[in-house]
T-cell receptor, first 119, second 114 residues
Framework: GAVVSQHPSWVICKSGTSVKIECRSL??????MFWYRQFPKQSLMLMAT?????????EQGVEKDKFLINHASLTLSTLTVTSAHPEDSSFYIC???????????????FGPGTRLLVL | AQSVSQHNHHVILSEAASLELGCNYS??????LFWYVQYPGQHLQLLLK??????LVKGIKGFEAEFIKSKFSFNLRKPSVQWSDTAEYFC????????????FGSGTRLSIRP
C-alpha cells in the first residue's frame, strides 16, 4: 500500500518557539494532503486541507496564522506551529490521498503522526 | 454539516466473542464510508471502505461492515475476535459535497480479554 511518512515522530520545544512538521508521500504523488490533530483518547479533528501549489483550506476554528501549511511539491506538505504554547501539545497526523480519476472514490493514507510537547 | 457518531466508547470482550461496533452518520447525500483501526502505538490503517455497490463490505482481518442507507448506519462486525484485535476503531465519512474531507467519529476502544 501507499506509504506516508512524518518527521519528526516526536518533538519537545519551549513555549514561544516554532515547530515544523513534515509530511511526505513516499511512493505516490499527492495533490492533496490533510492535517489532523488528535488529543489523548479522542478522535482525529481535521485542521486543514493542504493543496499543492495553492493556499490551504482551514477548518472553522483553526487559526491559519498559527498553523502555517505549505504544500510546495506533490510529495511534501509541512505544518508549522508558530509561537507554540502548552495548549498546542498534541498528536498531529497527516494524510495523503491517491486520486482515482479525479473522483471522490479514493482512499486516504495516514502518516504515523508527530507528538508535540510544548513546555 | 456531516457528522459521525460512534455509540460505544469502550467495548470489552473475551476472545472468540462476536463484535459489532455501531456507527451512524448524518448527511442526506451520497457518502463514502470507512472504518479505520489504530493499534497501540501505531498509525491509522484502513480496515474497509464503502463507495457503492454491495452494501456488505468485507475488509481485512475478517472484519466486515454493512451500509444501511435507511438507517444512516455503517456498523462494523467480526464473528470471532482475537486478542490482537485490541485497538481503537474509528468510523469515518466523506460526503460527496466536501471534496475529499473525511470526518471521523469519536472512536471506540476495543479491549479483548485473552
Amino acid at each position: 500500500g501507499a506509504v506516508v511518512s512524518q518527521h519528526p515522530s516526536w518533538v519537545i520545544c519551549k513555549s514561544g518557539t516554532s515547530v515544523k512538521i513534515e509530511c511526505r508521500s513516499l511512493d505516490f504523488q499527492a495533490t492533496t494532503m490533510f492535517w489532523y490533530r488528535q488529543f489523548p483518547k479522542q478522535s482525529l479533528m481535521l485542521m486543514a486541507t493542504s493543496n499543492e501549489g495553492s493556499k490551504a483550506t482551514y477548518e472553522q476554528g483553526v487559526e491559519k496564522d498559527k498553523f502555517l501549511i505549505n504544500h510546495a511539491s506533490l510529495t511534501l506538505s509541512t505544518l508549522t506551529v508558530t509561537s507554540a504554547h502548552p495548549e498546542d501539545s498534541s498528536f498531529y497526523i497527516c494524510s495523503a490521498r491517491i486520486p482515482l480519476g479525479g473522483g471522490i472514490q479514493e482512499t486516504q493514507y495516514f502518516g504515523p503522526g508527530t507528538r508535540l510537547l510544548v513546555l | 454539516a456531516q457528522s459521525v457518531s460512534q455509540h460505544n466508547h469502550h467495548v470489552i470482550l473475551s476472545e472468540a466473542a462476536s463484535l459489532e461496533l455501531g456507527c451512524n452518520y448524518s448527511y442526506g447525500g451520497t457518502v463514502n464510508l470507512f472504518w479505520y483501526v489504530q493499534y497501540p502505538g501505531q498509525h491509522l490503517q484502513l480496515l474497509l471502505k464503502y463507495f457503492s455497490g454491495d452494501p456488505l463490505v468485507k475488509g481485512i482481518k475478517g472484519f466486515e461492515a454493512e451500509f444501511i442507507k435507511s438507517k444512516f448506519s455503517f456498523n462494523l462486525r467480526k464473528p470471532s475476535v482475537q486478542w490482537s484485535d485490541t485497538a481503537e476503531y474509528f468510523c469515518a465519512v466523506n460526503a460527496e459535497s466536501s471534496a475529499s474531507k473525511i470526518i471521523f467519529g469519536s472512536g471506540t476502544r476495543l479491549s479483548i480479554r485473552p
